[in-house]
């Protein structure tokens, strides 16, 4: 059996969720398929706004902000629907139901909380529409709610799974409909607590939803959906000479994630890696095109791999009594981060000074600098630009930086990163 992964911009209008439905009836028929579908287009940010204005106590601006989320979705079912709308319909209005009671309350937990609860609809409202959509097609598909088989903790819009449960669940109730080829539908990005409190997997997270399920059902592969012809060598809208890459090792994707490539979420690899599960990364506009293959193999002579962050700040530490910075110190930095839930996108250590970049994230940054205050003077330096090259040439590396000031640079044999303004 597969495994699909259809993202937001794949369903973000009417002619597209069409297109869904050629790709799946072009696959089902011979073997199970399970398809992991994305909020729409925008949804997921729109909702987020939603969350915002409610926890900001804006209860009137929250439900108006909501009341265009679900008429954009039901103009979708109408255009899409006939003798499958009012079933439709009724799905939907329980999903909307479900936010619109807590749009009504006053908020009394944190907001993270009250986040994933309000933007994990945006995933339940898609795969609704388009299950119903498949099943007025002819396509025959079971609709499954995801919270009833991802249990995680309660690190809500970073939850972890609870991979025993979820293995137990999958095999009592997805694989028995699979063995029967047949077409399986559910959301990404979201699962729930044992509680029945939604939460979310973190932002991207539909792309690792699709790998646990590919892991828990030994899949043959998993494919993942996207508006490019596969992975390219940078962002295509930004770099008119981005290269298509045929193939990819586990561990070059890993790199990439971990430099702030957008193509594939970090957690993704691991579950495929663990099971031997080859990866494709498709372009849903032209199906025949081969698309990238992503599997352990090693891949020699790859070209250069640009990827760029804008809107970086550099913190500067600097030790207070000029104590040596070491093991002691570093380790309560590291704590720090995780307290702070962020991740350095470079650091580099000197004998009394650390410095480190990361997203220009005001509210982390400030709690960063108060935490950090106690045994380090803290400067921040904002308006920043992180350029990363694998697989770096001098000449592309020189070209890129000509006219740019400097601020810091680290170098290994396959990768440079620098830091400019």
Known sequence: ????????????????????????????????????????????????????????????????????IKNQHITTAKYLLVTHFNACIAQLNDFFTEVEWLLHDKPVRDFDYYYDQVVCCGELLSTCIVSHYLQECKLTNTWVDVRDILRTDDNFRDAAIDWQYAQQKTAAFIQPLLAKNAIVITQGFIGSTDENESTTLGREGSDFTAAIFANLLNAESLTIWKDVEGVMSADPKEFADAQFIEELSFDEVIEMAYYGAQVIHPKTIKPLENKGISLKVKCFLDPALPGTTITKRKVKNLPPIIIIKQNQALVHLHSQDFSFVGEKSVGHLYDIFGQVKTRPNLIQTGAINVQFCLDDNIAKIDQLAAMAGGIFDVQVEKGLTLLTIRHFTQGLLNNMTDGKEVV??????????VLYK
């Open 1 to 68: 059996m597969k495994v699909f992964k259809f993202g937001g911009a794949s369903v973000n209008n009417i002619e597209r969720i069409e297109n869904v439905k050629n790709i799946v009836g072009s696959f089902s028929g011979g073997e199970g398929l399970m398809i992991i579908i994305s909020a729409m287009g925008k949804t997921t940010n729109a909702l987020e706004k939603v969350a915002e204005a409610y926890y900001a106590g804006k209860k009137d601006e929250a439900l108006q902000l909501f009341e265009v």
């Open 408 to 417: 810091l640079k680290q170098q290994t044999r396959d990768t440079v990163q």
